[in-house]
């Protein structure tokens, strides 16, 4: 008898016909012979109905009443689902992420899983029933306190407990038929991919594929557990993302953000020390930057731009407005309506022009690049908000990662 750890994602579990459809597979899971865990998230939009709610109460909601509120909508789904399996005939009991034995640090709004006890969902295992964990939470065993993942952390939450219950794989359950070549509402003929491995994963979910929060996907290449993305509507095979691929694509897809922001601090006097001064009052404020970019100085100062997440660029703006009279330099802007795309593909190491093609298509569709940044195994660029699907679209035709694309390979 195998342990199955199934995630069943917000739309998944949006309405009462939806739940009991989820719980007609979970049942069935059941039936054939298997330990059964599943993990929720919050019904349809719960989450950003509950974070526009606080909002409207407060314009920057103290973080610990953030968690208080948000792991509402979890503890909502999990407990119908527990029912709808219960009136199936099979035994189920629904746990919070405490109740689990889930602990956390103390990040409230970004916790990070330390342990899973799991006790409880053990002995629940051991009598025969099926447990439901709410996703993306957890507790600070220190200070006893409830505290959540982030956005998408029930993905996090459910890799994790399969690693902890020493499960073989972990099913994502989603709206989509898995992991696509590009976010198929922006682009209609993106393919699925039928196997990623992690790494390529990884750097497609830091970019911005929401499908899989990057967390989970680092849970996943730690403990080595094949994750399987997959419909919750539908039987078929999703997508494999697992270490070893048969499948070597030079480029895997393109994935966009748009939910970050840009700051350039203007004319900072160049000498030693400046870009620490600007960066370290940041990073002691706990904001997370993604892209820095400084230029060369010219007539001794120079310009020093960054991204910061939307959610955190009032904070990064105070600051880098301190930091930028301290040092003397010209101003600070703040350009908020900016998007990211990526390339992202394990064989651009190996294939010379990637970069130059990734350029040249922007260009060709007259589409600006304000910032540039590269891992071995990704391409970013900084392009007007406005401009961000067309580059979606532009840069997945021009490499050739659509279906009509791949059709004619195979022909
Ligand atoms: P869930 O509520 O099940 O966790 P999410 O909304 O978090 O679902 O993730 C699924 C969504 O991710 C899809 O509906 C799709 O719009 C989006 N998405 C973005 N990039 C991709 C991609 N490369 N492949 C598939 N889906 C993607
Ligand atoms: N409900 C949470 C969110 O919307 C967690 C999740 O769905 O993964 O971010
Ligand atoms: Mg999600």
Not at 177 to 185: C, Q, S
Not at 326 to 343: M, N, Q, Y
């Amino acid at each position: 008898m195998s342990l199955i750890v199934q995630k069943y994602g917000g739309t998944s579990v949006g309405s009462p016909d939806r739940i009991d459809r989820v719980a007609d597979r979970i049942a069935e899971t059941s039936g054939d012979g298997h330990d059964v865990v599943v993990v929720v998230s919050a019904m349809g939009k719960t989450t950003d109905d509950l974070i526009d709610l606080a909002e409207t109460i407060h314009p920057d909601p103290p973080k610990r009443e953030m968690d208080m509120l948000l792991t509402a909508g979890e503890r909502i789904s999990m407990a119908l689902c527990a029912m709808a399996v219960e009136k199936r005939g099979v035994g189920a009991v629904s746990f919070t992420g405490s109740q689990a034995g889930i602990l956390t640090d103390a990040s409230h709004g970004s916790a990070r899983i330390v342990e899973i006890t799991g006790t409880r969902v053990k002995e629940a295992l051991a009598e025969g029933r099926v447990v439901i964990i709410g996703g993306m939470q957890g507790v600070d065993p220190l200070k006893k306190e409830v505290t959540t993942l982030g956005r998408g952390g029930s993905d996090a939450t459910a890799v994790a407990v399969a690693a902890a219950l020493g499960a073989d794989a972990c099913e994502i359950y989603t709206d989509v038929d898995g992991v696509y070549t590009a976010d198929p509402r922006i682009v209609p003929d993106a393919r699925k991919i039928d196997e990623i491995s992690f790494a390529e994963m990884l750097e497609m979910a830091a970019a911005g594929a929401g499908v899989l929060m990057s967390r989970a996907v680092e849970f996943g290449r730690r403990f080595n557990i094949p994750i399987h993305v997959r419909s919750s509507f539908h039987d078929r095979t999703g997508t494999w993302v697992k270490e070893n691929t048969m499948e070597q694509a030079v480029i895997s897809g393109v994935a966009h953000d748009r939910s970050e922001a840009k700051v350039t601090v203007r004319s900072v006097p160049d000498h030693p020390g400046v870009a620490a001064a600007v960066f370290e009052p940041l990073a002691e404020a706990g904001i997370n930057l993604d892209m820095i970019v400084q230029n060369i100085a010219r007539d001794g100062s120079t310009d020093i731009s960054f991204t910061a997440p939307i959610s955190s660029i009032d904070k990064a703006e105070t600051i880098a407005k301190a930091t930028a009279e301290a040092l003397g330099a010209e101003g600070v802007s703040v350009e908020r309506g900016v998007g990211k795309v990526s390339l992202v593909g394990a064989g651009m190491k190996s294939h010379p022009g990637v970069a130059a093609k990734v350029f040249s298509t922007l260009s060709d569709e007259g589409i600006n690049i304000e910032m540039i940044s590269t891992s071995t195994i990704r391409i970013s660029c900084v392009v007007d908000a406005t401009r961000l699907d067309d580059a979606v679209k532009a840069l997945h035709a021009a490499f050739e990662l659509g279906e009509a694309a791949e059709e004619v390979v195979t022909a």
